[in-house]
T-cell receptor, first 109, second 116 residues
Framework: QKEVEQDPGPLSVPEGAIVSLNCTYSNSAFQYFMWYRQYSRKGPELLMYTYSSGNKEDGRFTAQVDKSSKYISLFIRDSQPSDSATYLCAMIGGNKLTFGGGTRVLVKP | KAGVTQTPRYLIKTRGQQVTLSCSPISGHRSVSWYQQTPGQGLQFLFEYFSETQRNKGNFPGRFSGRQFSNSRSEMNVSTLELGDSALYLC???????????????FGPGTRLTVL
């Protein structure tokens, strides 16, 4: 069983909809939580970084962490076709960065 | 500020050969991490270097090795290439070693290695 589980998708939504992504994890040592976006043929780009349970907002993006349930989420409001990409959750614990498998998101105009 | 650069961007090798990939971190960043990305396994951590010392290592065979120079540039070497080594190899740099307070990792565009 992987330490970080993430539904691979694809997740297809119409433009303007809310995109909801999530990851579950099993390692209690994970302390820092991130979401990366990766476009085709590019390296991952950091979107959000949190280290405590609760919500964090940045523009159209909201990251949510629930350490008691070992569950993190990313919400994208007013989604745009340019949001079409693979979204990877990532976690730091034991001085290692561990990634989920990524969810492919397609926002249709 | 220039981002993380990786060379070459694309590489084709045959089984049994060896390959060296290069990564130049963001100016001022002293930590460089390497990852392998494949469709089946996703992003997997290879190793991390900080101040020319390997600080962390993932679960890869000894055929995968790396080093870091005094200017923080890093190289990754894979010897005796196998078909399964075909992947996107990503390098990421950060200010401090992973686990530190300011350890946001910034990724390069990757080197796509194809082993025939």
């Amino acid at each position: 069983q992987k330490e970080v589980e993430q539904d691979p998708g694809p997740l297809s939504v119409p433009e303007g909809a809310i995109v909801s992504l999530n990851c579950t994890y099993s390692n209690s040592a994970f302390q820092y939580f991130m979401w990366y976006r990766q476009y085709s043929r590019k390296g991952p780009e950091l979107l959000m970084y949190t280290y405590s349970s609760g919500n964090k907002e940045d523009g159209r993006f909201t990251a949510q962490v629930d350490k008691s349930s070992k569950y993190i989420s990313l919400f994208i409001r007013d989604s745009q076709p340019s949001d079409s990409a693979t979204y990877l959750c990532a976690m730091i614990g034991g001085n290692k960065l561990t990634f989920g498998g990524g969810t492919r998101v397609l926002v249709k105009p | 500020k220039a981002g993380v650069t990786q060379t070459p961007r694309y590489l084709i090798k045959t089984r049994g050969q060896q390959v060296t990939l290069s990564c130049s971190p963001i100016s001022g960043h002293r930590s460089v991490s390497w990852y392998q990305q494949t469709p089946g396994q996703g992003l997997q951590f290879l190793f991390e270097y900080f101040s020319e010392t390997q600080r962390n290592k993932g679960n890869f065979p000894g055929r995968f090795s790396g080093r870091q120079f005094s200017n923080s540039r890093s190289e990754m070497n894979v010897s005796t290439l196998e078909l399964g080594d075909s992947a996107l190899y990503l390098c990421a740099s950060s200010l401090v070693v992973t686990g530190g307070a300011a350890d946001t990792q910034y990724f390069g565009p990757g080197t796509r290695l194809t082993v025939l």
